[in-house]
Nanobody, 126 residues
Framework: QVQLVESGGGLVQPGGSLRLSCAAS????????MGWYRQAPGKQRELVAV??????????NYAASVKDRVTISRDYAKNTVYLQMNTLNPEDTAVYYC?????????????????WGQGTQVTVSS
């Protein structure tokens, strides 16, 4: 089984910064991508940012609404992904979910799985 442990959420004033972390643990054969999604009250879950494996060039994608304010990075040795968020505004208030696209070794072979963290609340308010 794979676990994603998130940390770093909280209350921040408009214009402030937060850094989210998500560590993946378990018997992972390979991690193809890790990223962050968010879900605000009454809205659908949306992609914030994703970073792919070194084998895929370590490429990143960002939502247009955060692209100039957010940086996703990854510590491949620790299988941890970080989301540095700057110049936060109230529209960034949401539950942020870590996401991992991994391959696990099963008795029948290598199989792809998607895992989600439990979510961490980010509230931007004065």
């Amino acid at each position: 089984q794979v676990q994603l442990v998130e940390s770093g959420g909280g209350l921040v004033q408009p214009g402030g910064s937060l850094r989210l972390s998500c560590a993946a643990s378990g018997s992972i054969f390979s991690t193809n991508a890790m990223g962050w999604y968010r879900q605000a009250p009454g809205k659908q879950r949306e992609l914030v940012a994703v970073i792919r494996s070194v084998g895929s060039g370590g490429s990143t994608n960002y939502a247009a609404s955060v692209k100039d304010r957010v940086t996703i990075s990854r510590d491949y040795a620790k299988n941890t992904v970080y989301l540095q968020m700057n110049t936060l505004n109230p529209e960034d208030t949401a539950v942020y979910y870590c996401h991992a696209d991994v391959d696990l070794r099963r008795a029948w072979g290598i199989t792809n799985y998607i895992y989600w963290g439990q979510g961490t609340q980010v509230t931007v308010s004065s």
